[in-house]
């Protein structure tokens, strides 16, 4: 079986790692951290892999060859968490296929959402959303789907019950809503205090860190599961850290890049289940697990990080 530390010595010939600290492979023969779902105690690995952004863009071209290498590898090095939707063109659908032709469709814990209705307040036709569902039960090729949310609260009246009739009927093993819009936080927090929800999605990164005031603590106290995305806030950090180099105080909680920088100061808060940033390419997917390895950010250590952050142009 072919350890991380083997993969990424193995494509370190190629030059693949010249974007990953070589010290990364310190660390690569440990295991990555898990957090379990509230509602069951199943647990996940803290990092996982979201299908936006560039998997998307890639999706619709006519070589996918790096989307089937991404979604393996991470399969490989112990990831399971994968998040698409049908929002996000090509994507869920190319994934499914990719899936089942490496037959890791089973291994995978699969998120994808449901939305008919738009993001800006218009009414869901229950036939089209149950089509919907359809679909992407033929796109990933598995009886039952691991968890369907409503993607950015689309009328949640009608949707939400369409997921709760499949979860009960065993088809959805767990539900939710997401959102990243912040005129709806309100309306989540709504929702998160009175629905048997299991999961929520949504936005939380070192400099956007709106649900650390309400959203994380009430998830915590009500036992949903958590869903972060864009951790790395879209290509925002990336901008603001280009050019500039780690910094060594960061090895204290094992972060050898900015990718697991980032990564590690989301993973630290205990409501936190999985993290899904988007990639299209195997040694970002390398370097985004090693945020779920080792030590993370004690409170001192995050506020230390949240300055640095903050005294970026």
Do not use: C
Request: net charge positive; charged share 25%; aromatic share 8%.
């Amino acid at each position: 079986m072919t350890t991380r530390r083997k993969w990424l010595l193995g494509i370190a010939g190629a030059g693949g790692l010249l974007a990953i600290d070589p010290r990364l492979t310190l660390a690569s023969e440990a295991k990555l951290i898990t957090r379990a779902i509230p509602r069951t105690g199943e647990r996940l690995p803290l990092v996982g892999l979201g299908s936006s952004a560039t998997f998307a863009q890639v999706a619709r071209s006519e070589d996918i060859t790096a989307l089937r290498a991404v979604l393996g590898k991470m399969v490989e090095l112990g990831g399971a968490v994968f998040d698409t939707a049908p929002a996000y063109g090509a994507a869920e659908e190319v994934a499914g296929r990719i899936a089942q032709e490496l037959k890791i469709e089973k291994k995978l814990f699969w998120a994808t959402k449901l939305n008919v209705a738009g993001w800006g307040g218009g009414t869901a036709d229950p036939d089209a959303a149950r089509t919907q569902l359809e679909t992407s039960f033929r796109r990933v090729g598995k009886p039952v789907i691991d968890l369907i949310q409503v993607h950015n609260m689309g009328d949640l009246r009608t949707q939400l019950p369409i997921l709760r009739e499949y979860k009960e009927k065993g088809r959805v093993r767990y539900i939710g809503v997401t959102t990243t819009i912040e005129r709806q936080y309100d309306e989540l927090l709504r929702v998160m205090r009175s629905e048997p929800i299991d999961f929520i999605g949504t936005d939380y990164a070192i400099d956007e860190r709106h649900a650390e005031e309400r959203i994380l603590p009430l998830a915590r106290d009500k036992g949903i599961a958590v869903l972060v995305y864009a951790p790395f806030g879209r290509t925002r950090l990336w901008q603001r850290v280009r050019g500039r180099q780690v910094p060594d105080w960061a090895r204290e909680f094992d972060a050898h890049s900015w990718a697991q920088f980032f990564l590690k100061y989301v993973a630290s808060h205990p409501a936190v289940t999985a993290i899904t940033p988007a990639t299209s390419r195997v040694v970002n997917m390398a370097d985004n697990l090693g945020g779920a390895i080792g030590r993370l950010p004690d409170a001192a250590m995050k506020k230390r990080m949240i300055e640095l952050v903050e005294a970026l142009p």
